[in-house]
């Protein structure tokens, strides 16, 4: 491929600069929504943070609050050992370095050109692939060749490294159990708490199939063997692993599961695993690339976004989501959020609506989760947890760690009142619906999602009988900057039209599907009282506003009447959030906001808000004051001011969302992707530069493109049919000049 | 500037990372051609490496063989106390940081919000010039702001600090005078050894002008001064540095000059100031940028390389010349090689003219110490050092510095033995001849330099009877890996063409200057017999063919002989130098070259080396075994590569070359820019992807241009005329299906 393509593609490191190490370590994740492996070395580093988790296996540590993804037995552990002397970066001379990590193949190499500390220079080339086109099947590859005339011993360890933890240094095993048996390892072990059973098979090749052996360091918490050749110089060894990784999750007997599974991987052997790997991101890449003619950094951070999500989502079972930090790394602890719903979900609704489903099915069967969460509150029908993790339970911990200095810990109050969740996950149902028309899902289970979510709103709005209106208090909204507010118009307004969706979604069941209507009536108690009282409360919803800046929605109730106002050019540049610097109490009372709230709100219900005037007013007042203190936040502004017409202003904010992990803006990507953004970044893409949209059903583009973009091109799935998009800068500049600021 | 505009401009660093520091003090020097400045901080950091140099101001300290860049005093020593606590990076908390070099208006700017380890959070906004409208003017301006309310106590001290040495820690001032009278400071120097007066005079402006007075800590090396000015929260404090310098090159009374000239500054203000600037740089740029569309890596790549020539060059004086590393680091004691002729003049050349003559008549002024060369060695005529500075002498080194390890010093030959430098002058005076048309200026100090050297070569090459030839035995060409070769092609070659070219410019001189071609036939010794043997030796000059691959030029006698083969693609990736990895004597007997020198002469001598397929296979063979272990060859191989319509290639080559100080890919960027290669890289685009050239004087292209690039604007001047060129892909197209790897 030519080099201008390439590097679209390609993410790289060059040279090793080790205190770039964790950030790499995240970027360079590979995996397949079962498996998420951290980009480190297979010989490890000081300090490293090699890392494997797989989709659904938590472990609440002694049933304490706060379940976490647990460490899987690392399966890169490889050493090279020439003459004695194990090839490790953190000694002898680095000669030459460089990692790709390759996209569009999900495959992650690694070029070494290393000098022993006793002055023996090798040369080693490093592959690795997660196989999409088998989720359970890891690949490692090594060649090695010592660039020295004579003979030379190269002895290579292999490992199943059960003594990995959680980066406090907690292991969740209750037990763990190795064997060797020749080229073959294998690791069970069964997490303390949950009682996930995880199983690994490991088979090493090296060169011509040479005879290897237990390692006399192997035990059972890390079955290790080895081999040891008589390498000539200049000579290519070859050093194949393969891993075969099960879970209860998916086989009554995953140790046995994972033998069998090895037992194929070698017949097939590392050539065909490649090629099928490969394959198959191609067939995703054909349903899932977006092309921006013009500008390649774009289009390789877009890319990076899209292939992150790819890794992420489950395509093989649909009771996992994806974490907010997907599975790269310990970030949030693999807990999922709204993230999934409102910046994940729609990219794989619009492009590969399968992903989309099976995401939303693990809301469905997490329902009794929700609905327990409800009860203990004393609500009726469903209330998703604000994290969410296997079990469907709310998983938000109650209090922050304590502070390192003062002790001080932070009373968390998401888990109890950031309670939009229920619509989002509604929202996202719908969405899902009306791209797809896929009725016999949306009958079966996303109306049950609809309906039970409007069920818990209809018995959690007050009536204010004075004001004759309906309040929602103690709620956050999407700026948890501003806890335990009343009447979040954010909540309110998506509130609102929920109930009103959920109405319409009750009629067209009950003339299309009646005996599953007749079915859920009873399910959930609906009858027509409930459903009159949606629409009451619909009706009578107070959407705070304020003549602020000319009349706009007012964020909560008093936001500008309590809250003082703060110059925010004053803190620039800034890498640390509003509330780090100037303190979680004193930002209640501050009129800085987290991230788009209001401007959430004109993203997802747009024109629906106001005419041009006013939602350009909300603009003008809200993308002021906005910290953008959750990379959530400037990807959704991207898409809002798209459509306000402000495209320069628009790609600022895309560009640095798109870029925010490879460049790590926040210095915190070393806990993880950043995978709401990913998602955010899509749809920023899509439905604020192209403005994809269905307008009664039909699909439409508007696109306003920046202005040295000069087409876009992608695939829509609408209605079952593929749809091949292309809109260039003409289309743009036509359809900017008519541009009415319609959202 | 919309963003995608901007990014081709600017050179950003954000966050801080402490480890990549000296990489970002070279990559963002200001300059002007007098002065060099380093990126590094007004207020330190440890470890840095704050230097300013000055062009021509060189010291061999204790009469030493190897002069070298003097270590001005510091310009920029600037301090910021916020109630106490005094402003550093590598204290307190980084909250955000921002350095962004502006390469269209030579500004570099620092935005940093910090937090002092006592908890104030303070507003920093750092700006820089050193003016290319006033080479003696550096300015600088620092605004500050307390993020806190009340009344806060700021002091400012600012200096011009003596006390720098070079990085060996050698101070090279005999004395050094500093004064303080309130607002300003002045230092006077003199070097010990070269007796070089340097006056410095800066002048502090703080706020509405506030009382300034001498620091305690002031000394006449370090001169000081101080302000303490009550700021209340959130306002902001305006600082005002300017400083101008002046060296006894260009006036009798440095000190002086300083002071009158500081006044000036002060008269105009800073903002004038940085206006005529910032106007100063559009018209540099009006005359030199290369805009390519659709490839803004590349296009911010080569901008980057011509920003650092325009800063490197001399605009104010023809006694000093552009050394390997520039203004912007020690790298090689600031010396002048033929990386200067061959590499950074013939882009001045082709569009800016002026700043080519200043470069050649550096040269013409050091003829003196080029003759004394020849005359030490034996030969006649004019001998140019390999390595010069200001006194045109030899100063190359004779010994390298004592391995830290072994004590081995290794003897470098280049001083005595790399001779075709006088050929590389020559080239790049008659190139300058050709394009300008500048008759006057060639007949009056051009020919001499040509033919001076022509007679050089006249007395060094011999005669070898039994042969019938003329060789030249001891060479070291651009391949500095093998050294004291007999008969090096590169440097046979540009001699036969050199003592050709001498006997068309005696005829030309003769016929069009007569009185001229008269007084330089005494001052040379010039007669016809001379002229004669130059063309017997041309005609008889023994240039090396081989066997190898087909039929090619033989690097040199017994290369192919004598010189075992290595496998290169075993050494990758790589970034040390094939010397270093299996050391510098098994390297002068191994089939690896250092750089471009076939290849070389391919790109200067072009199709009259031989035909399209005789090119093709030195090609072929020699970009095969070239480590590109120095920086001025990968540039010349993507032109050549380009003009053999092997495009692909080409651009991997030029864009590893146009990156090489931004992505300091070699890790040694701390040590300077490779302005060579930055030149390098221009001649590429112009000469290799445009094909511009003349032929029989008149001005053609032949565009090759990597298949994504849409069109290259240029303007070259020709003939004292500007001819604005455009190339588009669809021309490319037509050409490249026409070429037939004509050079």
């Not at 910046?343 to 995401?359: D, I, K, N, W």
């Not at 509130?495 to 969706?501: A, D, F, G, K």
Request: aromatic share 10%; with cysteine.
């Amino acid at each position: 491929m030519h080099a201008y393509e390439q590097r679209q593609w390609q993410v790289k490191e060059y040279p090793f600069y080790p205190e770039r190490m964790p950030h790499h370590e995240t970027i360079l994740t590979i995996g397949n929504g079962l498996m998420g492996i951290r980009g480190s070395f297979e010989e490890g580093y000081p300090g490293d943070n090699s890392t494997t988790l797989l989709a659904g296996i938590f472990n609440h540590k002694d049933g304490t609050l706060v379940p976490e993804l647990v460490a899987i037995p690392n399966p890169l552990w490889l050493k090279i050992t020439v003459n004695g002397e194990t090839f490790s970066l953190s000694e002898g001379i680095i000669l030459g370095y460089e990692r790709v990590l390759d996209m569009r193949s999900g495959v992650l190499t690694r070029g070494v050109l290393w000098r022993t500390p006793g002055g023996t220079d090798l040369q080693l080339r490093f592959e690795r692939f997660s196989s999409l086109a088998d989720v359970h099947a890891l690949a490692l590859r090594v060649q090695v060749k010592v660039l020295k005339p004579g003979q030379h011993t190269v002895a290579v360890s292999s490992a199943l490294d059960g003594s990995v933890t959680n980066p406090e240094g907690i292991s969740h095993w209750a037990q763990l159990n190795g064997t060797v048996s020749g080229d073959t390892l294998t690791l069970t072990g069964v997490t303390d708490e949950s009682g996930y059973r995880v199983g690994l098979a490991s088979r090493l090749h090296v060169g011509g199939d040479s005879p290897i052996w237990a390692d006399a360091s192997s035990s059972a918490q890390v079955p290790t063997h080895r081999a040891t050749v008589t390498l000539d110089g200049f000579e290519v060894l070859d050093v194949i692993k393969l891993v075969a990784m099960h879970t209860s999750r998916d086989a009554e007997d995953p140790a046995h599961a994972a033998a069998d599974h090895l037992d194929q991987l070698s017949a097939a052997g590392y050539g065909a695993l490649r090629e099928a790997h490969v394959a198959a991101w191609a067939d995703r890449w054909r349903a899932m690339d977006i092309i921006i003619e013009g500008d390649e950094v774009a289009q390789r951070a877009l890319r990076f976004c899209i292939y992150h999500l790819i890794i992420a989502a489950p395509q093989h079972e649909e009771r996992v989501s994806i974490g907010a930090k997907s599975l790269s790394g310990y970030g949030y602890k693999g807990h999922v959020f709204w993230d999934t719903e409102l910046f994940m979900v729609p990219p794989f609704t619009v492009m590969e609506p399968e992903m989309a489903r099976r995401l939303l099915m693990y809301r469905y069967h997490n329902l009794p989760g929700a609905r327990a969460k409800a009860q203990e509150a004393g609500y009726q029908g469903a209330m998703f947890p604000w994290e969410s993790t296997d079990t469907g339970l709310e998983t938000t911990p109650r209090w922050t760690d304590p502070h390192p200095v003062t002790g001080e810990r932070i009373r968390i109050w998401t888990g109890d009142n950031e309670q939009h969740i229920s619509s989002d996950i509604a929202y996202a149902a719908l969405q899902y619906w009306r791209w797809t028309g896929d009725d016999a899902w949306f009958a079966r289970y996303g109306v049950e999602l609809v309906l039970d979510t409007a069920r818990f709103w209809g018995s959690r709005a007050e009536f204010n009988a004075e004001a004759d209106r309906y309040e929602i208090p103690m709620q956050i909204g999407p700026d948890e900057y501003h806890e335990n507010v009343d009447n979040s118009v954010f909540t309110n307004s998506l509130v609102q039209w929920h109930l009103r969706e959920a109405m319409h979604v009750w009629d067209w069941l009950a003339a299309h599907h009646p005996a599953q209507a007749e079915q859920l009536k009873s399910a959930l108690s609906l009858d027509g009282a409930v459903i009159d009282q949606w629409k009451t409360i619909a009706d009578k919803m107070f959407i705070p506003h304020s003549e602020e800046g000319g009349g706009v929605l007012e964020q909560f109730e008093g936001f500008f009447e309590r809250l003082r106002p703060i110059e925010l050019s004053d803190y620039t540049p800034r890498t640390k959030n509003m509330d780090w610097i100037i303190g979680h109490a004193p930002t209640q009372s501050t009129r800085v906001i987290k991230q788009a709230d209001v401007v959430m709100l004109m993203a997802i219900l747009g024109d629906t808000l106001g005419d041009t005037n006013f939602l350009q007013r909300n603009w003008d007042l809200y993308s002021r004051i906005v910290d953008h203190g959750s990379s959530l936040s400037p990807a959704i502004h991207a898409w809002v001011a798209s459509r306000l017409g402000m495209v320069d202003e628009a790609y600022d904010l895309f560009l640095y969302s798109a870029t925010i992990d490879i460049d790590d803006h926040k210095g915190n990507v070393r806990d993880g992707i950043h995978a709401a953004s990913c998602g955010g970044v899509i749809q920023a893409v899509l439905f604020g530069f192209c403005g994809l949209k269905l307008i009664n059903g039909e699909l439409t583009t508007d696109p306003a493109l920046p202005s040295h973009w000069r087409r876009v091109s992608f695939t829509v799935q609408h209605r079952g049919q593929p749809v091949p998009i292309t809109l260039t800068q003409q289309l743009s500049q036509q359809s900017l000049a008519s541009l009415q600021g319609s959202l």
